[in-house]
């Protein structure tokens, strides 16, 4: 089944440790992977239709230092709808308002078709780009524009109103807030773990490999990973069934 990561944090990061754990997770979803992340408000995305772990870009991405963000998304993706193509591999990205929604989906949905698009139409054949198109047109109906308490309640009870078509965990960010929401009944996983000082040794779990953060992060540094499963030995919580966390900043700002 797909896998999901996101990072959310209060000043720009590298990612190097989570992705070089996340990419184990490609052997068992060899359909395609995807990363993506914001420099101020603008999205880059990177993906392809193969195994992240015989990715030379995946690889070097992984090792690029310089490449830093205070929001991540990535996926590894095992298709269960539309063919393995770049077209259906996640995440998916459109603009709004002026900004960057960039989307990942972990689950299948099924009778997805009975929710009606109208503004946003999807490139590939997935259940998870057609989703994401739903979010989006009814995000633009409602015309949020700024993102607030209430809307963070709508946009909660949309994504449980989707979930009754199937498993649905979700990523999503607009390159200032990252959305999270778990599958009301508790499919595959998500969990998240706070990284603050004072930092300490990490142990990845897919692979022999230990770092000591506090070499690696500044003092000032604090946020939040989020992944389908744990990818350290680290004191991860369980994300709640059915319900939705919202990211600003290395704070949850909802919940």
Known sequence: MCELLALSFNKPVNASLSFRGFRKRGVENPSGWGFAYYTDKTAHLYKEPIEMSESVT?????????????IFIAHVRLCSVGKIS???????????FSKKYVFAHNGTLKNYHKLKLNYFKPDGETDSEYAFCYILDQIKERNIKNWNKDSFLWLEKLLYD?????NF????????????????????????????????????????????????????????????????????????PGKLKVYKGGEIVYS
Not at 179 to 207: A, H, I
Request: proline letters at 4%.
């Open 86 to 96: 770049k077209e259906n591999t996640h995440p998916f990205n459109r603009e709004l």
């Open 169 to 240: 965990n979700i990523i999503m960010s607009d390159g200032e807030y990252l959305f999270c929401y778990f599958d009301k009944n508790g499919y595959n996983g998500l969990s998240y773990v706070q990284r603050k000082t004072p930092f300490s040794y990490v142990r990845l779990l897919d692979e022999d490999y230990e770092i000591n953060l506090a070499e690696e992060k500044s003092p000032f540094q604090a946020g939040y990973i989020i992944a389908s499963h744990p990818l350290t030995d680290e004191n991860w919580l369980k994300f709640e």
């Open 58 to 70: 995946a690889e070097q991405l992984i090792k690029n230092k310089r490449i830093i963000s205070k």
């Open 162 to 166: 989707i979930n009754a078509y199937g």
